[in-house]
């Protein structure tokens, strides 16, 4: 039995009355079709026979996934909660002897390195929403977040930074892209194995945050140092710079360090048994991974008395969040001596959502929203800007392991958290 | 939302996409748990049950892919269908294996329509796609399926 000209048009309907997604009209057309032709009826019953069996096989998938969601979900509540095995009232060296912690932790096997200090979700005035905040939590979150940098002079990062502001915002182009393809220097980027540099975050209504960064390209490890400026010398000078939390991502495991309250607190993430292989985000390697096809040349710029090669790359998660991020590069080198992130990202709006919940339909929570219901309701929200300026970047820097070192200093006291398995 | 929000309400569709490129379940876990990491790292303020689903599902499909390119040299994907003993169809790894062979938009669609709600209306938020396309893509790569998995149990 063979199918007529009429029916080859017919296998997509037929397929789609199956599925069960075929609208009234186009069900009706199927259901007439399948009356006067036996060879689509016999395609139908196939299909509908195969259907069957595929959604069973679907759905001991899903139930699969649905206990892989659960023990996603109780692997993360456990981090922010029972999980917490504090060694409290004793320094490091008092402690030696009961708290385990292999002195060479792996560094093949790695988590995200930054996901307990996010439970804090702190907004975007500063203020901590939806749990109860932490020390270790904001500062962690200010540590991770924030970026970080190396050990340059303050006077040279921040002239750097008002120079890369500067052009940015007052472009006089000179030239083209100077003959360098974006993809020799991501191609550059790539081979590089270490990288220090300083970064600014700037996001209206919050207090710029400056750190400093030395990072694996990898992401096996870092170091991250948040600055303040709050010392004020008593000759009336300038204020002086100083590490307000240091935060130390080696193989899985962090240890951040309170220099002022002399407090450390490492997480153990590598405690659950997992094969992690996946490499932490937010480093300077993931800011770069960046598409050179969508790079734009700025063309060529003398900035602090170097001449640079300027890029612009625009990535847009959607309609609505936007990132840029514009990349001046060292033409001897091909690589990039700064980067300036722009996320533009619309803030979700509160009475919104209350005003949607109570119309719309929500499943487990969810509205059910259609494509152009969240374009509308996402257009009336406000845009937030997040600026991160990184400067005086340096690759293939000679690192000093003790500055990835999971021992707290002498002086310290430690509370570990192990991640349950 | 929170980040416990999160990962209950997303992490089906979640390791729905990242299964649709994995090699297996497992790998799918790992990738997914990576996904939203990421994603609570760097929007921890979205509320939006919109649109947030859509921007994760984009993120699962950056770091799939990223993974897959990663192991590629070494570890080709999809597997070559063993061809003295084939694996029944009706097993996953049979299911998993000629969906595996489908174009990415295609397989995409099917696994996270037939795992995550059977719902047209709500793939199509999830993929930034009409419902339209959503059905089409389900009709043709169904259709894919059902010949690929023909060949494979014939």
Redesign the interface.
């Known amino acids: 039995m063979t199918h007529g000209k009429d029916c080859e048009g017919m296998?997509?309907?037929i397929?789609?009355f199956v599925?069960g997604?075929a609208e009234e009209a186009l069900a009706d057309d199927v259901r007439r079709h399948l009356e006067a032709c036996p060879a689509c009826r016999l395609l139908h019953d196939?299909?509908a026979n195969?259907e069957r069996?595929?959604?069973?096989?679907?759905d001991?998938?899903?139930a699969?996934?649905?206990s892989?969601?659960n023990?996603?979900?109780n692997?993360?509540?456990n981090r922010t909660s029972d999980a917490h095995q504090s060694v409290q009232g004793a320094s490091r060296e008092d402690d030696d002897a009961t708290i385990t912690q292999d002195p060479t932790p792996p560094t093949v096997r790695l988590?995200?390195d930054?996901?307990t200090e996010?439970?804090?979700?702190?907004?975007?005035e500063g203020r901590s929403?939806?749990?109860p905040p932490s020390r270790w939590h904001a500062r962690r979150f200010v540590a991770?977040?924030r970026s970080k940098s190396v050990r340059w002079s303050v006077a040279a990062a921040v002239a750097a930074a008002v120079v890369l502001l500067a052009v940015e915002f007052r472009p006089g182009k000179t030239g083209r892209d100077a003959g360098i393809a974006f993809a020799d220097v991501i191609q550059h980027v790539r081979q590089a194995r270490t990288a220090a540099y300083r970064t600014v975050w700037k996001q209206a209504g919050m207090p710029d945050t400056v750190t400093r960064e030395t990072v694996n390209m990898s992401g096996k490890f870092s170091r991250t140092e948040v600055l303040g400026l709050d010392v004020q010398p008593a000759d009336g000078g300038s204020p002086v710079e100083t590490v307000t939390s240091i935060s130390i991502y080696n193989g899985g495991r962090v240890l951040s360090l309170d220099p002022r309250t002399k407090k450390a607190e490492l997480i153990d993430y590598v405690s659950d048994g997992?094969?992690?292989?996946?490499g932490p985000?937010?480093t300077l390697a993931d800011l770069l991974?960046l598409n050179p096809a969508n790079a734009v040349p700025l063309g060529v710029q003398v900035i602090n008395g170097s001449r640079l090669v300027g890029f612009r790359v625009t990535r847009d998660?959607?309609k609505?969040?936007k990132r840029t991020v514009v990349v001046w590069v060292d033409p001897e080198t091909r690589l990039p001596v700064s980067v300036e992130e722009t996320t533009k990202?619309?803030?979700?709006d509160d009475a919104t959502?209350a005003a949607l919940s109570a119309k719309k339909e929500?499943?487990?929570?969810?509205?059910?929203?259609?494509?152009d219901?969240?374009d509308e309701?996402?257009a009336r929200?406000p845009e937030v800007t997040t600026v991160r300026i990184l400067t005086n970047i340096v690759f293939d820097v000679p690192l000093d392991e003790s500055m990835f070192s999971l021992d707290p200093p002498p002086g310290y006291t430690l509370s570990i958290t192990k991640v349950p398995g | 939302m929170t980040p416990e929000d999160l990962i209950r309400d997303h992490a089906q569709a979640v390791l729905s996409v990242c299964l649709a490129y994995a090699r297996n379940l497992h790998d799918a876990e790992e990738l997914a748990q990576d996904v939203l990491m990421k994603a609570i790292t760097k929007l921890p303020t979205v509320r939006d049950p919109g649109s947030i689903r859509r921007w994760l599902l984009q993120i699962a499909r950056r770091t799939s892919l990223d993974h897959l390119r990663r192991r590629r040299p070494i570890d080709p994907l999809p597997p070559e269908p063993a061809a003295a003993e084939p694996v029944p169809a009706w097993q996953f790894e049979g299911l998993h294996a000629a969906l595996a062979r489908l174009p990415d938009v295609y397989r995409e669609a099917i696994v996270l329509y037939y795992l995550d709600g059977r719902d047209c209306a709500g793939t199509a938020t999830a993929l930034g796609i009409s419902e339209v396309t959503v059905r089409q893509r389900l009709a043709r790569g169904r259709l894919m399926l059902h010949d690929l998995l023909k060949e494979a149990n014939p």
């Open positions: 296998r997509e309907a397929m789609t599925v997604e196939s299909l195969e069996m595929l959604r069973a096989a679907f001991t998938v899903a699969e996934t649905a892989i969601r023990r996603l979900v692997r993360w509540t988590v995200p930054v996901p996010l439970t804090d979700s702190v907004s975007r929403i939806e749990q991770m977040l997992l094969p992690h292989q996946l985000s937010a991974d998660y959607d609505f969040n990202i619309r803030q979700p959502i929500s499943q487990n929570g969810i509205l059910k929203l259609s494509p219901e969240v309701v996402m929200w």
